[in-house]
């Protein structure tokens, strides 16, 4: 229908442009500002900017992010930060020491443009912050003489602290406070500087920074009586910390997300960690508790320690680049977690690919499928799947398994099979697991994702997890 007067979207108030604009993507609303003087009025109400997420990879999306927060970082309700390979770096050694120290630079200049669009805001309700693993697991970035460096005298560090301490103390309704893997954000003082208000209010907490000692402390944790979902580090997750949370005057926890580093056990053990008695009380408190664990190279021995059979695993993920898992550990998580476990990750890099059911009567992956009666999510790559296993674990599952990631390289063929059977095997499969799911499947032909960037997989996974039992502001 054609408007009166036949001016177009010029007539339009701005109360509908605006509303209008809500429904477009944040670099869509950039683009439509540029339509006219009055369309870029309409761009500037804070009701279109309530929310942002910023994925930053490259100069030009830097350059947008910039403008967004500091025009809107003092009224924004919700804020999703992630700095994923900043300035073209992927990888540890792969521009040499110029291009690392470059995409430190970069990283620390982004940070604390963000954080001084945020220094003023008093309404923020949900802060959540991913930074870069590959700078990370650079040793030459850890090393204190190569950020001496890049940073002179840790100017830019200690403003960046001061910031986030400051946004902290500003705060007085945030319910979700999440900082993964931010190079020289927090500190063990960073939690004290959050105001009452907003430790009353909190609701989601999660601080992986791989640090010694652990970020979290009891001190701070007794502030945040109203915490539903907690995710850190496992071995900060000690006897203490489980007991607190398992206190009469808190509100019951529903969500727990941990990540073990195998790499880290030697200077963080286990030996403090929440024992099988301690978790025992903290399930009776929170009946409604669930559990997301992901362990980085974790050796079988450490695995049988950690995974306590009072643990409600819902979620667990385990990565490794020199590890095995064992046909023991599978055979252990089927048998305790059968009754909570929806999600299993099973990955390894590596040019060889175990085969789990050698010497079984039964393969382990495909006993779990049977047992665990709430499976969803399955994922595999590193370890041999044999053909008519992968057929086994579709008809076991049917339609409730969403998601049957397998990849190619995993997948392999009984001979002996073969020989009675007509046409391409892999056809052969196809067909088969498909009918089994119900839906058209396919092996899984890229598994680089997961593979390089595990701890972002964590951290994207987490927000999920932990978004069911948190009811923020607006979508995660």
């Not at 998580?333 to 690919?353: A, C, E, G, N, P």
């Not at 069911?468 to 502001?473: K, Y």
Request: proline share 4%; hydrophobic share 40%.
């Amino acid at each position: 229908m054609a408007l009166c007067g036949g001016v177009g979207a010029l007539a339009l108030p701005s109360e509908l442009i605006v509303h209008i604009f809500s429904f477009l993507p944040e670099r869509d609303r950039l683009r439509a500002s540029s339509v006219c003087s009055r369309w870029r009025e309409c761009l500037f109400f804070p009701a279109l900017w309530t929310d942002l997420t910023l994925r930053l990879r490259g100069h030009d999306e830097a350059a947008r992010a910039d403008f967004l927060v500091r025009r809107f970082g003092s009224f924004v309700r919700e804020l999703q930060l992630e700095l994923v390979s900043v300035d073209g770096y992927r990888s540890p050694g792969a521009g040499g020491t110029e291009s690392v120290h470059g995409a430190v630079a970069a990283y620390l200049d982004r940070v604390l443009c963000v954080f001084g669009g945020l220094r003023n805001n008093r309404n923020l309700q949900k802060l959540s912050l991913y930074g870069d693993t590959c700078i990370l697991q650079d040793d030459s970035v850890l090393d204190g003489s190569s950020l001496s460096h890049i940073d002179q005298g840790g100017k830019k560090i200690k403003e960046i602290q001061q910031l986030f301490e400051e946004i902290l103390s500003n705060s007085r309704q945030l319910k979700w406070l999440s900082s993964s893997f931010m190079l020289g954000v927090v500190t063990t003082c960073s939690l004290s500087s959050l105001s009452n208000h907003s430790a009353q209010t909190l609701e989601h907490l999660s601080l992986l920074d791989n640090q010694l000692p652990s970020l979290v402390s009891l001190l701070e944790l007794e502030r945040m009586p109203h915490l539903r979902s907690l995710s850190l580090d496992f071995c900060d997750f000690t006897s203490d910390m489980c007991r607190l949370l398992a206190s009469p005057d808190r509100v019951p926890l529903h969500r727990l997300s941990l990540l073990l580093n195998g790499a880290a056990l030697e200077a963080k053990p286990l030996d403090g960690t929440a024992t099988e008695d301690d978790l025992k009380v903290l399930v009776r408190r929170s009946a409604g508790l669930r559990v997301y664990l992901m362990a980085l190279d974790v050796s079988s021995q450490d695995l049988l320690r950690v995974l306590k059979p009072s643990l409600p695993l819902e979620r667990l993920h385990l990565d490794s680049y020199s590890t095995l898992v064992t046909d023991g550990v599978l055979e252990l998580i089927s048998l305790q977690y059968h009754k909570t476990l929806t999600h299993f990750v099973l990955m390894r890099d590596d040019t060889t690919f175990p085969d789990l059911s050698i010497n079984r009567n039964e393969d382990p992956l495909v006993l779990l499928s049977w047992r665990c009666v709430h499976l969803t999510v399955l994922i595999i790559h590193g370890y041999t799947v044999w053909s008519h296993n992968l057929v086994a674990i579709s008809r076991l599952r049917g339609s409730n398994l969403r998601v049957l990631a397998v990849s190619e390289e995993s997948i392999d063929f009984d001979p002996d099979q073969s020989m009675f059977m007509e046409g391409d095997p892999v056809h052969n499969l196809v067909k088969e697991v498909s009918l089994g799911l119900g839906r058209v499947w396919h092996p899984s032909m890229d598994s680089t994702a997961a593979l390089n960037e595990p701890t972002h997989y964590f951290h994207r996974e987490m927000l999920i997890f932990s978004s069911a039992c948190v009811d923020p502001p607006g979508p995660v």
